[in-house]
């Protein structure tokens, strides 16, 4: 048995094989008393979602995607640019939707021929072909 | 007089900045208070020995000042043709029962299964009312409506976006919700019974989506634009595809033709036939990174979804664009889409006859493990008066492994994937 930081009792999954405990040396607030001391083994397995775990083959793709994201977010700082700078982003053809009706109909088709879909924009579909 | 007529210019150029960050087309922030703008789009998609479908739809907006805007679209989808039934190949020609039950077709010797005959119409409507506020705030509403022959769809979405960093960083979340009715043809089959049903367990059955969608739009540098998209569905109800069935073949060591006591069907000949069943919940979740790169005056379009659920479904796809501009005007744009995915738990080919039938089972292709490939080219020219106008061909197709479970007998000779080829030719209009 497992509480997590909620104080919610959870079971370890069992999909997670090659999770890996971690003890935090937390100082124990006076106000939650005893209690506390149930919260400390942190298990970070349960923070990594359970499509990047597996064998590293399997997690390859979402691994280097998740990183990627990371190296983004990180990097924030020295993103962007100035309004005056924005000649080419304001392009058309920059947009991310700049071509909605050719997007809507591949995503029809996509969806009426694929297990998935959606990403792009909200998943669903109104359509009864899947 | 001259002075105001400036400013207001300026201020749509800021705007179609704005816009390009919040991943709408600047092409409608040019558009004055009261301009409707209109994108018409043909499309024409066939099939070898499939569906055919003929697709007209119709996007229009309207301005109302201040970035707000009113966006209709309008579809119909125009569907004939055959469509895999689920069932296997057999030596013998088979008969495929209709949906009613009464109407069934004949389908060659070692031929996959289709429904044939098919024909529907869907009528569908989207309404989207798409605002800013509160400065750096941006608020999208939408309504969607849609009906065919056997389905009808009811739903709605909301989706909110706050501009960072001097508009660099766009952050949005989102909800839909959507209800849909299925009433099939003959009625809803009980599943797993055999086919032909002898009734209808009910005439209909519903099925809810309910999304979420998080979204990350950040401005690279000011050549590169890049987003990543988190999405999240949780389907509920009637997930079946009433029409599809699962074959149950013989493993039992049959008659040949010519022999004068005959034994029994084939060994691996399909005997009998039921309906699939999924399972009644399904949670999918992906991750979409999506970008836009400029190459002097050229547009390089990457993207990559990975996409997961809890029937066992692992997907990827690698998608680009490249957008070459020649002579001013004109543009080519060639286009590459890989997908693959991995089967579903319940998939299965056929079953034998000495296996129990599982819980959950079906046989619909788009439940096994495959990959598509799509290449296209795409020409397209801007005209007088900022019109546009664009023609598409691509090629889509698909190519699975077999079932090594049902490969006994005949079977062994048959290609169980019943494959896609498919031809996709669209014409566009804005104006």
Redesign the interface.
């Known amino acids: 048995m497992y509480r997590s930081a909620t104080g919610l009792a959870r079971t370890f999954p069992l999909e997670y094989p090659n999770r890996v405990t971690v003890r935090k040396h937390v100082s124990q607030p006076a106000s939650l008393g005893a209690e506390w001391n149930q919260f400390h083994g942190f298990d970070v397995s349960l923070l990594i979602p359970p499509?990047v775990q597996g064998t590293p083959m399997k997690r390859t793709?979402?691994f280097l995607?998740s990183v990627?994201?990371l190296a983004?977010?990180s990097g924030?700082a020295s993103?962007?640019?100035?309004?005056w700078?924005?000649?080419?982003?304001?392009?058309?053809?920059?947009?991310?939707?700049?071509?909605?009706?050719?997007f809507?109909?591949d995503d029809?088709?996509?969806f009426s021929?694929?297990?998935?879909s959606?990403?792009?924009?909200?998943?669903?579909g109104?359509?009864?072909?899947? | 007089m001259q002075l105001k007529k400036n400013r207001s210019g300026l201020k749509r150029a800021l705007l179609a900045s704005g816009c390009a960050l919040l991943g709408t087309t600047a092409e409608k922030a040019a558009a004055a208070p009261g301009d409707w703008n209109f994108d018409a789009g043909l499309l024409y998609y066939t099939e070898v020995d499939g569906i055919t479908a003929k697709e007209p739809e119709l996007l229009a907006r309207r301005d109302f000042g201040g970035d707000a805007y009113l966006k209709l679209n309008l579809v119909v989808d125009s569907l004939t043709g055959a469509t895999p039934t689920g069932g296997m190949p057999s030596s013998k020609s088979q008969t495929v029962t209709g949906p009613s039950g009464g109407s069934s077709s004949s389908q060659g010797a070692g031929v996959t299964p289709v429904q044939g005959g098919f024909h529907d119409t869907r009528k569908a409507a989207t309404a989207t009312w798409d605002q800013p506020f509160a400065e750096l705030w941006h608020w999208e509403a939408s309504g969607n409506y849609s009906i065919e022959h056997d389905f009808k769809s009811l739903g709605a979405s909301t989706l909110f976006a706050r501009d960072f960093d001097r508009r660099n960083t766009t952050v949005s979340a989102g909800v839909a919700y959507e209800h849909d009715d299925v009433f099939p043809i003959g009625g809803i089959p009980e599943p797993l019974s055999q086919v032909p049903q002898s009734s209808p367990v009910t005439a209909d059955r519903g099925k809810t989506v309910k999304s979420v969608l998080l979204g990350l739009t950040q401005v690279m540098d000011h050549d590169w634009v890049a987003k990543l998209n988190f999405s999240y569905g949780d389907s509920d109800g009637y997930l079946n595809d009433p029409y599809k069935v699962v074959s149950i073949i013989n493993t039992h060591l049959g008659g040949k033709s010519g022999l004068i006591i005959p034994l029994g069907p084939p060994l691996g000949e399909p005997i009998s036939q039921i309906y699939e069943n999924r399972p009644g919940t399904r949670h999918e979740k992906g991750l979409f990174l999506d970008n836009r790169v400029a190459l002097s005056g050229d547009v390089l379009s990457v993207a990559y979804r990975y996409a997961w659920d809890d029937w066992g479904i692992r997907s990827n796809i690698v998608e680009l664009r490249y957008r070459w501009a020649f002579a001013n005007d004109y543009y080519l744009q060639p286009h590459l889409r890989w997908y693959r995915q991995s089967a579903a738990d319940f998939y299965h080919r056929g079953l034998l006859d000495s296996d129990t039938i599982p819980e959950f089972v079906s046989a619909d292709y788009r439940l096994a493990a495959f990959t598509g490939r799509t290449v296209g080219l795409e020409l397209g020219a801007r005209l007088s008066g900022g019109r546009t106008v664009s023609l598409r061909i691509e090629h889509y197709s698909q190519g699975g492994g077999s079932d090594p479970h049902v490969e006994v007998g005949e079977q062994t000779g048959y290609d169980l994937f019943p494959g896609l080829s498919a031809n996709i030719v669209q014409v566009d209009f804005t104006f």
């Open positions: 499509f793709p979402l995607l990627a994201t983004l977010l924030c993103l962007g640019v100035q309004p700078q924005r000649g080419t982003l304001a392009k058309p053809e920059m947009a991310f939707d700049c071509q909605p009706v050719e809507a109909m029809h088709i996509y021929k694929e297990a998935m959606g990403g792009r924009d909200f998943a669903g109104g359509c009864g072909c899947n």
